[in-house]
C-alpha cells in the first residue's frame, strides 16, 4: 500500500507557528484528510479535517493544495501543551486499487520554552 | 474524554492464546473502527462496522475478527496470539457511515501484552 509521510519531529519555540505537511500521493478521489493530535499513552484527538483548499477552526488551519497529493496543518503560536504526535489520516488507494484508510508516520513535535 | 470506552485497558496473555478487546461507541454513533498501533508498524486501520455491517478492511490479520453488535458495542477477537501482536489496540466512533476519513473519537485503548 503507498505510504503516507510525514517528518518523523519537528522542534519549536513557545509563540511560533509550525506548519506539519504530510504526502499522500494516492489519496482517494472523494475523501477528506484529517489531523489528530495524540499525546503519550492517549488515544488520538481530531484537530481538523479538510476536503481542497484551506480550512480554518479554532486550534489549526489546514493548507491543502490542488492536486490533493500533500497537506499541511498549521498550528499557530504554539504553546507547551502542544507538544505530542500529529497524525494526518486519509483514505489512499493501493496497488491493488483498493481503497483503505492509512494513518501517516507520525510528526512529533516538541516545543520548547 | 471522547465518550468512547474500551475494557479492558490492560491485558497480558501467553502466545497461543485468544482475547476479546471491547468497545463503546458515543452515544449516537454507527461507526466503529479498530486500530492497532505498535512502535514498528504504527497506527494501523484494521476494521470499520457501520450500524452492525462490515463497512471497511484494512491491514486485518485472518486471525483477527470483529463485529458490533445490536447495542452497537463492538468485540475485537485475536486468537492464535503471537509475540509480535502486542500493540496498543484503541478503538474510535464516528456518527458518519462512510469509509473516508471522517472525524473520529479515540476511545483510551487497550495495551496487550503477549508472552
Known amino acids: 500500500l503507498a505510504k503516507t509521510t510525514q517528518p518523523i519531529s519537528m522542534d519549536s519555540y513557545e509563540g511560533q507557528e509550525v506548519n506539519i505537511t504530510c504526502s499522500h500521493n494516492n489519496i482517494a478521489t472523494n475523501d477528506y484528510i484529517t489531523w489528530y493530535q495524540q499525546f503519550p499513552s492517549q488515544g488520538p484527538r481530531f484537530i481538523i479535517q479538510g476536503y481542497k483548499t484551506k480550512v480554518t477552526n479554532e486550534v489549526a488551519s489546514l493548507f491543502i493544495p490542488a492536486d490533493r497529493k500533500s497537506s499541511t496543518l498549521s498550528l499557530p503560536r504554539v504553546s507547551l501543551s502542544d507538544t505530542a504526535v500529529y497524525y494526518c489520516?486519509?483514505?489512499?488507494?493501493?496497488?491493488?486499487?483498493?481503497?483503505?484508510?492509512?494513518f501517516g508516520s507520525g510528526t512529533r513535535l516538541q516545543v520548547q520554552p | 474524554d471522547s465518550g468512547v470506552t474500551q475494557t479492558p485497558k490492560h491485558l497480558i496473555t501467553a502466545t497461543g492464546q485468544r482475547v476479546t478487546l471491547r468497545c463503546s461507541p458515543r452515544s449516537g454513533d454507527l461507526s466503529v473502527y479498530w486500530y492497532q498501533q505498535s512502535l514498528d508498524q504504527g497506527l494501523q486501520f484494521l476494521i470499520q462496522y457501520y450500524n452492525g455491517e462490515e463497512r471497511a478492511k484494512g491491514n486485518i490479520l485472518e486471525r483477527f475478527s470483529a463485529q458490533q453488535f445490536p447495542d452497537l458495542h463492538s468485540e475485537l477477537n485475536l486468537s492464535s496470539l503471537e509475540l509480535g501482536d502486542s500493540a496498543l489496540y484503541f478503538c474510535?466512533?464516528?456518527?458518519?457511515?462512510?469509509?473516508?476519513?471522517?472525524?473520529?473519537?479515540f476511545g483510551p485503548g487497550t495495551r496487550l501484552t503477549v508472552l
Open positions: 474510535a466512533s464516528s456518527p458518519q457511515g462512510g469509509q473516508g476519513a471522517n472525524e473520529q473519537f
Open positions: 489520516l486519509v483514505g489512499v488507494v493501493g496497488d491493488t486499487g483498493r481503497r483503505a484508510l492509512t
